[in-house]
């Protein structure tokens, strides 16, 4: 896999390029900052980029804010944040598009399970911190929420968390439409979700499924 790193830390930069070189993967780039990140990623075209969210300029939420417009431009590129702490403001829309990657920087000391999160992110899927799940869904019961599901609905459910529309899902699954579209419908009632705002039902579904996952 190639991979870009965005890190502010140059102890932390090195560290993490030498671990994920001695796994197996090519570092094509580095960056110390969000708008070299940029560029790096332009120049190198890699399959994932790892990016702190927070990098200078401004030392505020530039990786993520980075990571945004990444996901605008390369719509198939991987992005893993890494943090501190956790901060769920630019989260909720980075999640639903699938092949993200959200998680603290002490998982990074569980090496195996660091490397397959970042494999599961560059495959099109999803890999969240358990803390960052519980603060974006509120630390509802999930598990709870998610056995209401019918087998069909919780696959349909599995293909949201991927990032695909309601197209995909039906080709996925080779079911019409509009089926889709009552089977979405069906698991935000039981989730309870219709009465959230309607850009973000989806995205706390597919939160509510990768917390039990």
């Known amino acids: 896999m190639r991979i870009v790193i965005g890190e502010d830390s140059a102890l932390f930069r090195e560290g993490l390029a030498h671990l994920l070189a001695d796994a197996g993967h090519e570092i094509v780039g580095l960056a ?3 708008v070299r990140l940029m560029t790096v990623v332009d120049e190198t ?3 994932l980029a790892v990016i702190d969210i927070r990098m200078p300029p401004d030392g505020t939420d530039d990786g993520a804010r980075a990571a945004r417009r990444l996901r605008e431009l390369y719509p198939s ?3 893993v944040l890494l943090s501190q702490h956790v901060e769920t403001r630019h989260s909720v829309e ?3 598009t699938g092949r993200f990657g959200y998680l603290l920087k002490d998982r990074v000391l569980a ?4 490397l397959d999160a970042l494999d599961r992110v560059a495959a099109g899927g999803s890999a969240l911190d358990p803390e960052v799940v519980g603060r974006l869904i509120g630390q509802s019961r999930a598990e709870d929420r998610l056995a209401a599901l019918t087998p069909r609905e919780r696959e349909v459910l599995a293909l949201m968390a991927e990032g695909c529309t309601n197209i995909g ?4 699954l080779y079911l019409t439409e509009r089926t889709v579209e009552t089977h979405v419908g069906s698991i935000l009632a039981k989730l309870g979700l219709l009465s ?3 850009q973000h039902r989806r995205v706390l579904a597919v939160l509510t499924y990768l917390g039990q996952h």
Do not use: W
């Open 169 to 172: 899902i039906s080709r996925r």
């Open 94 to 96: 980075l999640v639903s």
């Open 45 to 47: 075209t890699p399959d």
């Open 77 to 79: 590129l991987g992005i």
């Open 111 to 114: 090496v195996e399970e660091f």
């Open 196 to 198: 959230n705002d309607e």
């Open 32 to 34: 110390g900052d969000a």
